[in-house]
């Protein structure tokens, strides 16, 4: 199982931009996920999605600005990131898992089974 991230950049504050996760395995009844590690810190949850994207879970620090979801037949999940901020610099990582994980366990790093390399965001 692959999950190849794309999409990271630089970008100015306030601006948007739209990660994806190719994760060519899954589809429904699974769960996918965004997480990131900003510049010494530990790695948090972002957001995460139930395949098809049906249901979404957000972190509190990106309610409302960020938008996940997942296009079974391009078998890809996006992350589009709006108003971003300094603190949203990070390396974002996507992560997938082929069941359905209630919540709050679905922003839970260690519930999932698979994980990409990454793709940097910087915010300026």
């Known amino acids: 199982v692959q999950l190849l991230e794309s999409g990271g950049d630089s970008v100015q504050a306030g601006g948007s931009l739209t990660l994806s996760c190719m994760a060519s395995?899954?589809?429904?009844?699974?769960?996918l996920a965004w997480f990131r590690q900003p510049p010494g810190k530990e790695r948090e949850a972002v957001a995460a999605?139930?395949?098809?994207?049906?249901?979404?879970f957000y972190a509190d620090s990106v309610e409302g600005r960020f938008i996940i979801y997942h296009d079974v037949p391009e078998r890809t999940m996006y992350l589009h990131m709006n108003n971003l901020t300094l603190e949203d610099t990070a390396m974002y990582i996507c992560?997938?898992?082929?069941?359905?994980?209630?919540?709050?366990?679905?922003?839970?790093?260690?519930?999932?089974?698979?994980w990409g390399q990454g793709t940097q965001v910087t915010v300026s």
């Open positions: 992560a997938a898992t082929p069941r359905l994980l209630a919540a709050p366990l679905t922003l839970q790093q260690g519930q999932y089974k698979h």
């Open positions: 395995t899954y589809t429904y009844s699974s769960t």
């Open positions: 999605v139930y395949g098809g994207g049906g249901t979404s």
